[in-house]
Antibody, heavy 119, light 107 residues
Framework: QVQVVESGGGLVKPGESLRLSCVASGFIFSDYYMNWIRQAPGKGPEWLSFISSGSTTTVYADSVRGRFTISRDNDKQSVYLQMNNLRVEDTAVYYC????????????WGQGTVVTVSS | DIQMTQSPSSLSAFVGDRVTITCRASQNIGIYLNWFQHKPGKAPRLLIHGATSLQSGVPSRFSGSGSGTDFTLTISSLQPDDFATYYCQQSNNPPFTFGPGAKVDIK
């Protein structure tokens, strides 16, 4: 079955860290760029970052640059999002998504993992 | 950053109606415009990419048009499975911004 499945969300306090994981199956993971996208309650989705198939290129949105780091392990068919210095405004559903091209066009999304940042 | 706007923000329609949602970019994005369908608790679904290309497996009642700054998603005959929120997104330049969404519900 062609899918991506996110995990690692939870409730954390401002300033704390969290690492999200996404495991892919049913396709040749190493052929694809991968994205992280989030959606805060009541808002449209917000693209956060993508990583190239061989990890040579990473791009970030300004809102997370310097705090979040995307990485991948092709042997484990996985992509990760290390989130440091979390803020209340980072509260959202976080989605992992396969890219149809070379960044920004997500053709296969997971169901998401919920991150809540609250004191 | 490129700003995306959508109208209407919500609409009510009957099964069988023709539904049109518009999307506007704050600058020229060529045809780098994508449409997604999202239902609560489900993974978002890519419907249209490159402004007009129907994603594999998507019913032909969905179509997209436009270029530059103005785009349209049309559902030719609304079906019960189509009640959802629809988002446009530009993939011309990062950050790849989304519109605020258009919720389609049953009249």
């Amino acid at each position: 079955q062609v899918q991506v499945v996110e995990s690692g969300g939870g409730l954390v306090k401002p300033g704390e860290s969290l690492r999200l994981s996404c495991v892919a199956s049913g396709f040749i993971f190493s052929d694809y760029y991968m994205n992280w996208i989030r959606q805060a309650p009541g808002k449209g989705p917000e693209w956060l970052s993508f990583i190239s198939s061989g990890s040579t290129t990473t791009v970030y949105a300004d809102s997370v640059r310097g705090r979040f780091t995307i990485s991948r392990d092709n042997d484990k068919q996985s992509v990760y999002l290390q989130m440091n210095n979390l803020r209340v405004e980072d509260t959202a559903v976080y989605y992992c998504a396969r890219d149809l091209t070379t960044g920004g066009l997500a053709d296969l999304w997971g169901q998401g993992t919920v991150v809540t940042v609250s004191s | 950053d490129i700003q995306m706007t959508q109208s209407p923000s919500s609409l009510s329609a009957f099964v069988g109606d023709r539904v049109t949602i518009t999307c506007r970019a704050s600058q020229n994005i060529g045809i780098y415009l994508n449409w997604f369908q999202h239902k609560p608790g489900k993974a978002p679904r890519l419907l249209i990419h490159g402004a007009t290309s129907l994603q594999s497996g998507v019913p032909s009642r969905f179509s997209g048009s436009g270029s530059g700054t103005d785009f349209t998603l049309t559902i030719s005959s609304l079906q019960p499975d189509d009640f959802a929120t629809y988002y446009c997104q530009q993939s011309n330049n990062p950050p790849f911004t989304f519109g605020p969404g258009a919720k389609v519900d049953i009249k």
